[in-house]
């Protein structure tokens, strides 16, 4: 059983910067896609970035294209989710998720989750 726990979120403002981190575990296995989800209030919960453990392609959603960076510290089994240039409309709950195989945008698609970290972007 993977157990993902998410940390980083806080206020920032808008242009600011946060950092989330998710860290597993039981470590991470090469056939993993890590991922980012987000909900904002009233919506529904969408693709925000993704990655494969073991290669370096990266996926992201138009929103946040050139301002959010997936990356991955393998010696501490930690993938990260840098925010920069954050906007208002970034406010949501950030969900770390995990599968076996490759990166897919939907959240049914995840077997794991982690329990959330809230965003807050203030004007």
């Known amino acids: 059983q993977v157990q993902l726990v998410e940390s980083g979120g806080g206020l920032a403002q808008a242009g600011g910067t946060l950092r989330l981190s998710c860290s597993s575990s039981s470590g991470w296995f090469n056939n993993y896609a890590v991922a980012w989800f987000r909900q904002a209030a009233g919506k529904e919960r969408e693709f925000v970035s993704g990655m494969r453990w073991s290669d370096e392609d990266r996926f992201y959603t138009n929103s946040v294209k050139g301002r959010f960076t997936i990356s991955r510290d393998s010696a501490k089994s930690t993938v990260y989710l840098q925010m920069t240039s954050l906007k208002v409309e970034d406010t949501a709950v950030y969900y770390c998720?995990?599968?076996?195989?490759?990166?897919?945008?939907?959240?049914?698609?995840?077997?794991?989750w982690g329990q959330g970290t809230q965003v807050s972007v203030s004007s």
């Open positions: 998720a995990a599968r076996g195989g490759g990166v897919l945008l939907t959240e049914a698609s995840y077997n794991y």
